[in-house]
């Protein structure tokens, strides 16, 4: 081979990897972002990333020399030494609109996932399909996309970054991956833009209206988390993976145990205090968690969704645990449609990727009223109660103080078949909160009585006694009463017992 021929080769690398102008590049910088080869390289460790399809572009004899790369940079690379494949939309080149050798770029990249058994990462900020190179009758045979998510799903960690403006088609792709993250004030996401909802209903909304951060956080739980920067997404995005197997072949990876505050006497008195002897007393499980797991370090997935679930990663002893909490803080540990949702998506997404499960309750029921049953609570909280009893990863259930109803069998209850269920001191079970079991079968007692209130001190003491956690203990119903500082060594005890059980392999899809 001449010298010519491979400097043209060298010469038509480094013309695409230097194709954005310093002009794009300014106008990035402005708006706090990065362009698609940086995003790649600040995401993956550094000098792994091997680029496919580099010299693809547009076959639009019009578009082919404004196209570098087709508008999308594709490969392989490694977080923390592991293979990951990711694809990185740069909106520079027609606006990030996708044309046809783009999406088989795509395509390959997502098939080379799923054989290789290796997450996949979508780096999003992409525009609808180039109008110049689908269109008309070609539309038939658009939306792959949709059916090859659907095979990875559950068998390779599928990941989402909303870097831009991700309307239509890249939405879908976020909506079908296990984790999304979002950056604020530059990230959106919804099925259409601004220019679309003008055109379609004549309403005027900008992106933020339809699906900025906030909105996507909190309102629809449609992101699982919020990146202040894009540095912040990336961090998100490896956090995330950190806790995941490769694919659901392999269990997830033990790294080296750190200590917990627990492990210390001052952190098992601090852990101690934090929880009040009323039952109506609010307290934040967020921080029982955090005095709990190895190094205090906690990934909460969708936070400010739902929030009176709290649902985390961590690790105990080294191994990845997933925590479904309740959180008094957040309307009293009430579950409502949001924290239903939540809580069913991530325990389906840590069944599927064998992470054993810690349910945390302190929950006095599901909100009831007509509003709730027009979310149709009663649906949702079905889903709930079927991933809960189908969820075949070690299942740990401790009950810090209220187990009332239908929201204690959804967070793992006795009839769930937990691998372990203990209870705090503070514990009580009941099929209905005590005031309303009271009024339902003694209100005309306690009505009718010379002293009402006396009476009904009366009756509430005695159902307390009766709905205690060693009344429970003593039936049988569950298995010990512990001290909360226990509660780690608990989790260990039993990894410890089931881990010969364990076994990694394909078990089911996740629903979006």
Same mark, same amino acid.
């Given at each position: ?71 999308? @940079? ?12 990711? !694809?990185?939309?740069? #909106? %520079? &080149?027609? +606006? ?102 003008? @055109? ?12 900025? !951060?906030?909105?996507? #956080? %909190? &309102?629809? +739980? ?120 939540? #809580? ?124 205690? #956690? ?43």
């Amino acid at each position: 081979m001449n010298d010519e021929l491979l400097k043209e080769l060298y010469d038509r690398r480094k013309a695409v990897r230097g194709s954005t102008s310093d002009e794009a590049l300014e106008k990035l910088r402005a708006k706090g972002k990065l362009s698609a080869r940086e995003r790649i390289d600040l995401l993956l460790d550094p000098g792994s990333f091997v680029e496919m399809g580099l010299h693809g572009h547009s076959l639009h004899e019009s578009l082919a020399h404004r196209t570098p790369a087709d508008g999308i @940079v594709v490969g392989h690379g490694k977080i923390d030494g592991r293979i990951v494949y990711v !694809a990185s939309d740069d #909106a %520079t &080149v027609l +606006g990030g609109t996708r044309g046809r050798v783009g999406e088989l770029k795509v395509a390959r990249v997502r098939a080379a996932a799923l054989a290789h058994r290796a997450p996949y990462i979508a780096l999003m900020e992409a525009g609808a399909a180039r109008v110049q190179e689908v269109f008309g009758a070609m539309a038939a045979g658009a939306g792959s996309r949709f059916a090859e998510h659907f095979r990875m799903s559950g068998k390779v960690p599928q990941v989402a970054g909303v870097m831009g403006a991700a309307f239509g088609g890249p939405s879908f792709t976020a909506a079908q991956s296990d984790f999304v993250t979002i950056v604020r004030d530059i990230g959106f996401i919804g099925m259409s833009g601004p220019v679309v909802v003008k @055109v379609g209903i004549g309403e005027t909304v900008s992106s933020d209206d339809i699906g900025g !951060a906030d909105r996507s #956080a %909190t &309102v629809t +739980g449609q992101v699982d988390h919020v990146g202040d920067t894009e540095a912040d997404a990336m961090a998100g995005i490896r956090q995330f993976l950190s806790y995941l197997p490769s694919n659901c072949w392999e269990l997830p990876p033990r790294v080296p145990a750190r200590p917990a505050a627990v492990d210390t006497e001052e952190g098992c008195e601090k852990l101690r205090s934090l929880i009040p002897l009323l039952d109506k007393q609010a307290y934040d499980m967020r921080k029982v968690l955090a005095l709990t797991v190895d190094g205090g370090e906690l990934f909460h997935w969708r936070p400010k969704y739902g929030p009176s679930i709290v649902t985390a990663l961590g690790r105990v002893n080294g191994e990845s645990i997933g925590f479904v909490a309740s959180n008094p803080m957040a309307r009293g540990g009430v579950l409502d449609e949001k924290s239903a949702r939540k #809580a069913r998506k991530f325990i389906e997404m840590c069944d599927a990727f064998h992470i054993p499960l810690v349910f945390l309750v302190d929950a006095p029921g599901f909100l009831v009223g007509p509003a709730i049953e027009k979310e149709r609570m009663v649906s949702l909280a079905a889903r709930l109660l079927n991933v809960v009893c189908a969820a075949s990863v070690p299942k740990i259930t401790i009950v810090a103080r209220k187990a009332i109803g239908l929201a204690y069998l959804a967070l793992c209850g006795r009839s769930m078949n937990p691998d372990t269920i203990v209870a705090w001191p503070t514990a009580h079970f009941d099929i209905m909160g005590p005031e309303a079991a009271v009024e339902l079968v003694h209100g005309k007692a306690i009505a009718q009585a010379d002293d009402p209130e006396a009476h009904k001190a009366v009756i509430m003491k005695r159902l307390k006694a009766d709905s205690s #956690a060693y009344k429970a203990a003593a039936m049988g119903l569950i298995d010990d009463v512990i001290d909360p500082a226990e509660m780690r060594q608990v989790i260990i005890d039993t990894l410890e017992k089931t881990a010969a059980s364990r076994a990694a392999g394909f078990k089911h899809r996740i629903d979006p």
